[in-house]
């Protein structure tokens, strides 16, 4: 047998399809995702979203979401590039705009999802400051907030 890189193997047995590159996810992005997040600060976010769900310091999908913004709770909005129909989070983005919460797309919902700890793909992703992660959470803000602004 020949040698597989483990990361590769390892996404291969758990989901059955081998893992798609940044630029294969980009090719089924929506047009209104914009800010859409690079490779490297994808990176990151997903991190942020991984160590933010073991502390129970995210906030999961559209309703959810939307009711914290609502409420005045702060944190960094994620969402995901490749969600259909569009007029299931349109609104978001305005909504951050207005609360001035920094906000970025990233490509893949099944790669949000995963990240967060859940099975199922998650289109948006509330991610709270909190102590343990404040370093990484710090970089992300820079970053997300660094994104030009759609018009």
Same mark, same amino acid.
């Given at each position: 047998?020949?040698?597989? +890189?483990? $990361?590769?193997?390892?996404? %291969? $047995? %758990?989901?059955?399809?081998? %893992?798609?590159?940044?630029? $294969?996810?980009?090719?089924? =992005?929506?047009?209104?995702?914009?800010?859409?997040?690079?490779? @490297?600060?994808?990176? @990151?976010?997903?991190?942020?979203?991984?160590?933010?769900? +073991?502390? @129970?310091?995210?906030?999961?999908?559209? @309703?959810?979401?939307? +009711?914290?913004?609502?409420?005045?709770?702060?944190?960094?909005?994620?969402?995901?590039? !490749?969600?259909?129909?569009? !007029?299931?989070?349109?609104? #978001?983005?305005?909504?951050? %705009?207005?609360?001035? #919460?920094?906000?970025?797309?990233?490509?893949?919902?099944? !790669?949000?999802?995963?990240?967060?700890?859940?099975?199922?793909?998650?289109?948006?992703?509330?991610?709270?400051?909190?102590?343990?992660? +404040?370093?990484?959470? !710090?970089?992300?803000?820079? $970053? =997300?907030?660094?994104?030009?602004?759609?018009?």
């Amino acid at each position: 047998m020949t040698k597989v +890189k483990k $990361e590769k193997a390892v996404a %291969e $047995e %758990e989901t059955g399809v081998p %893992e798609k590159s940044y630029q $294969e996810l980009i090719a089924n =992005v929506n047009p209104i995702a914009q800010p859409l997040a690079s490779k @490297k600060l994808s990176k @990151k976010l997903y991190k942020c979203v991984k160590k933010a769900s +073991k502390l @129970k310091q995210i906030r999961r999908g559209v @309703k959810e979401v939307q +009711k914290f913004i609502n409420k005045g709770e702060k944190g960094i909005v994620v969402l995901a590039g !490749d969600t259909l129909p569009i !007029d299931v989070y349109c609104h #978001l983005p305005v909504m951050c %705009e207005d609360r001035s #919460l920094p906000y970025a797309y990233i490509p893949s919902k099944v !790669d949000l999802g995963s990240s967060a700890g859940s099975k199922r793909p998650t289109c948006v992703i509330m991610i709270k400051p909190h102590d343990d992660y +404040k370093e990484s959470y !710090d970089e992300c803000v820079e $970053e =997300v907030s660094a994104l030009p602004k759609p018009c």
